[in-house]
Every structure is written in structure tokens, then in C-alpha cells.
């Protein structure tokens, strides 16, 4: 294997704690235990360990996010952005990317075994926040023997995900990447997941969370994840990706898939009950529901800090519009922390932290080497 095609070629890890009576403490009050997390990583870890990246995905996404499985030929999915140089440049950073805890890729999660059953947590599962999750991911990072991160960087759900690291860790961290985010959603947003999880529990075969060794609730989380999807696109991408073409010559003027829009919300929807699980879905879109870290709760007292911040929005994201992301930075330079805003002028929507690959390479990767090269400045 070549050189530079090293990065092809991964395996999916796992790391067990909070076991033999020390079960983790959550948000809500609950204990859970034992806890495993999927995770997998990238590059070489240097013998300082100062060149650790930890990438953080959103809602639908795992722990593969780059290089392809053994005999599978679609690649992980942020693999446009992680690999040798690219904006996560694996010839310099040790990159790591987990499974959050609550997911059903691995890690552990409504689907997992009760081990007080032997039978599927289903809704028995505590609720979660995206603080918990974070607080997994603590866990994983100190079992690898990082005591401080380079950069924790993600979008959307992940962007989430890095303000809370910022929030609960700052010591841990050089810098942080929060890309296509909010410090909380509005009441739009809880709108959309109220809508999806809705939709979830409306299927006959939901059966109250307890599906398992039965039939998924497939319709309703198809139905919720075609909702996701409209919210992920802008006007014009959907103009000019599909604008009213037809899948056939004329009308059928029957309930059937005449737009072609129509047939790719309903195969996004069908991919998607393949792979993820409805509880998960409803589990981690209330999460992402319950995050605030608004109104000055993005900081641990009056101390200095020294993490610096790129924060990056679009233009046409109509689910995370840019004034959310302003304010992250408002909050940030009140506090004097060093933070760079890009917005980039994407037609793409919210989907545009993953398909404008040009852009975000270019900021992310001179903030990144700044960054590191300010470690062997100091």
C-alpha cells in the first residue's frame, strides 16, 4: 500500500468504560454503565501527543469518517476533508472520530443490551444530552493518552458537540472548529424534531420503542428523515438539483413518484432506516433539543482562555442561518477569546459543511497549522 493511500484502508475500534460498578453520571440524573464507544483514527499520534484531532459528527452521522472498509467502496463521511493533504491532514494530525454515545453505530445506545435484561434498552435508555455525550468522549480521549487536543472540530450536531468540549474541557483543547451551528436551536428547530420524533412514534410499528426483533419502525423514520432532508437543501440547490423534472414522459395522476424531488426524498428516506435506528434518532434529536449554552453559558467563570476559534457558517443555510453563528462569536469576543468568522457564499444549504470542500480545506487547514505551530513557538 502506497504511501499516500494509507489512509484507505480502516477498521472500526471499540473502548468499554464507566463498568464494574462505576457507572457515568448524566445531566438527567441517571447513572449509565458500562458504556462503549465506536471510534476510529487517522494518522500517527507524535511522541509529544500535541497533534490529536478530534472530529465530531452530526446527527445521522459515525464514527467512520474517512477511508473505506474492507471490501466496501463507499468512504467514510467526511472523507473529502480527512486523508493525507487534505484540510485534516493525516501526513501531520492524529485524527479521531467516535460514535456518540446514544448512536446505534457501534457505540452504546437505545439498541444496545440492558445488561440488567439481556434484552434491548429500548426507552428504558436514560435521556441524554449532548454535555454527556461530550463527557463519553472525555473518557476516550484520556484512554488514548491525550491530555490536550489540538483542535475538536464538526458540523451541525458536531458543531454542538465542540462548543460543549469548549464549554466543559477548555484546558483540553488548542482550538475548536464549530461549523454550521447554534449555541441553542429556536423554537423552529425544536419545531423540525418535534415533527420527525412525531412522526417516529406515529408508526403502528414503533410499539412504544419496543420494536426489537421485530420490524422497524421504517415508514415513520423514512417520513422523518425526508423532513431532515428538505431542511438540508436551500431553494436554489433543490432548483437546479431537480427544479420539476419529471421521473417519467408525462403525469401518472396517481399517488406514485412523478418529481423527480419526490423519488429522492423517498430514497433517502428508504437508505436511511437501513442504517440507523428510530429510538437513536429519537434520543439524540431531543439532545441537540436540550442544548443552551446561551446567554453566557458557553464559559466556566471569569478565567482567561487561551483556545482560539474558527467559526464558519453559509450563506444559504436556512436550518442553522448565520446569525446563530454571529453570536457564537459575539459570546466568544466578549470574553476576548481569539475567534476568525468566515461565511461562505454556498448555494448549498446546511449540507454545505460537507460539500464545500475547496472553502473549508482552505481555512481549516492555515488555521490549523497557525495553531500547531504556535505549540513549538511556545
Not at 412514534?201 to 420494536?211: E, V
Request: hydrophobic letters at 35%; glycine letters at 8%.
Amino acid at each position: 500500500m502506497k504511501e499516500k493511500d494509507s489512509l484507505r484502508e480502516v477498521k472500526l475500534e471499540y473502548f468499554a468504560f464507566a463498568d464494574k460498578g462505576k457507572k457515568m453520571p448524566l445531566d438527567s440524573g441517571q447513572e449509565l454503565g458500562p458504556i462503549t464507544l465506536a471510534y476510529e483514527t487517522y494518522g500517527q499520534l507524535n511522541k509529544e501527543k500535541s497533534n490529536a484531532i478530534l472530529i465530531v459528527h452530526a446527527l445521522s452521522g459515525d464514527a467512520h469518517a474517512a477511508g473505506f472498509y474492507k471490501g466496501e467502496t463507499k468512504p467514510g463521511w467526511w472523507d473529502n476533508m480527512i486523508g493525507p493533504g487534505k484540510a485534516f491532514d493525516t501526513d501531520k494530525y492524529f485524527v479521531i472520530c467516535s460514535n456518540v454515545m446514544g448512536g446505534c453505530r457501534g457505540s452504546t445506545g437505545p439498541s444496545s443490551d440492558n445488561p440488567e435484561t439481556g434484552k434491548p434498552f429500548a426507552l428504558d435508555f436514560p435521556m441524554i444530552t449532548i454535555k454527556d455525550m461530550v463527557r463519553a468522549q472525555k473518557n476516550l480521549v484520556d484512554y488514548l493518552g491525550i491530555d490536550k487536543l489540538l483542535s475538536v472540530a464538526g458540523g451541525s450536531m458536531g458543531g454542538m458537540l465542540v462548543l460543549q468540549w469548549f464549554a466543559s474541557f477548555p484546558e483540553c483543547i488548542r482550538s475548536a472548529v464549530p461549523i454550521a451551528t447554534a449555541l441553542k436551536h429556536s423554537p423552529q428547530q425544536i419545531a423540525f424534531d418535534e415533527v420527525g420524533r412525531q412522526a417516529v412514534m406515529a408508526d403502528p410499528d414503533w410499539l412504544g420503542g419496543n420494536y426489537y426483533g421485530k420490524a422497524q419502525p421504517q415508514r415513520g423514520l423514512a417520513v422523518a428523515r425526508m423532513i431532515g432532508h428538505i431542511t438540508y437543501m436551500s431553494d436554489k440547490s433543490m432548483e437546479k438539483k431537480f427544479s420539476r423534472k419529471l421521473k417519467e414522459e408525462k403525469y401518472t395522476f396517481k399517488f406514485r413518484t412523478d418529481f423527480e424531488v419526490e423519488g429522492y426524498l423517498r430514497y433517502q428516506g428508504d437508505n436511511f432506516v437501513k442504517r440507523f435506528d428510530a429510538n437513536s434518532y429519537l434520543y439524540i434529536t431531543k439532545a441537540m433539543d436540550y442544548f443552551d449554552l446561551s446567554e453566557g453559558k458557553l464559559f466556566l467563570g471569569n478565567k482567561k482562555y487561551d483556545t482560539r476559534f474558527l467559526v464558519i457558517a453559509f450563506k444559504s443555510d436556512w436550518l442553522y442561518p448565520s446569525y446563530q453563528s454571529q453570536e457564537i462569536v459575539r459570546q466568544l469576543k466578549s470574553k476576548h477569546v481569539d475567534v476568525t468568522y468566515c461565511e461562505i457564499p454556498s448555494t448549498y444549504g446546511h449540507d454545505a459543511f460537507l460539500l464545500e470542500v475547496d472553502e473549508q480545506t482552505r481555512l481549516v487547514k492555515h488555521f490549523l497549522l497557525k495553531t500547531y505551530n504556535s505549540i513549538k513557538n511556545d
